[in-house]
């Protein structure tokens, strides 16, 4: 819109001294002044107002930004900047998502009760907050059969067992320690 107020003041400005030049041609070639014919007076009058009817446009195009749309590289930028806002406030959503995600996730194991398989191998999954470590202790033997963690996400972690028996399961999240215990069922 500020492009049409640059090229309307324009031509009407070169329309108008055209129009004085020839008028000027007009009164040297006969040598007296005549008047001005009504279309010559209308049209000079309309000039005028167009000429600073778009002068008004473009005041009011420069003071008020958002107004009007601008140039094409002022729209570009414009779009570029609300793209970024944009995926700025999409990146803010999914961090606060994964927060909020991050916080229910409770420690878990599936299945709830494992039982070795036609190998001789329960798989049990485990489902760990973020910043957890995980032993799985011999309820007997103290022997520490698995040992991971989790970092700054929550994490999925899949361990194998081949003895059925009772398990006692430290998991540490945040300086606390919490046991739990989990019995793995024969074939």
Not at 32 to 61: M, P
Not at 84 to 102: G, V
Not at 125 to 143: A, D, Y
């Amino acid at each position: 819109m500020l492009n049409l107020f640059f090229v309307l003041a324009i031509l009407s400005f070169l329309a108008f001294i055209l129009m004085l030049v020839i008028r000027v041609q007009i009164i040297k070639r006969h040598r007296r002044i005549t008047n001005a014919s009504r279309f010559t007076v209308f049209l000079s009058w309309l000039l005028i107002l167009v000429f600073f009817g778009s002068l008004g446009g473009i005041i009011y195009g420069v003071s008020n930004p958002g107004a009007l749309p601008h140039f094409h590289y002022n729209r570009h930028k414009q779009e570029t900047l609300q793209t970024k806002l944009q995926e700025k406030k999409a990146q803010r959503q999914a961090k606060e998502k994964a927060a909020r995600l991050a916080k229910k996730v409770k420690f878990a194991w599936t299945p709830g009760e494992p039982s070795l398989n036609a190998d001789g191998i329960a798989k049990v999954s485990f489902i760990l907050p973020k910043n957890t470590q995980v032993r799985i202790i011999g309820h007997n033997s103290g022997m520490i059969y698995a040992a991971f963690s989790s970092g700054s996400q929550p994490d999925k972690h899949q361990v194998r067992l081949n003895s059925a028996g009772d398990y006692d399961i430290k998991v540490t999240t945040g300086g606390k320690t919490t046991m739990y215990s989990l019995s793995v069922a024969d074939q």
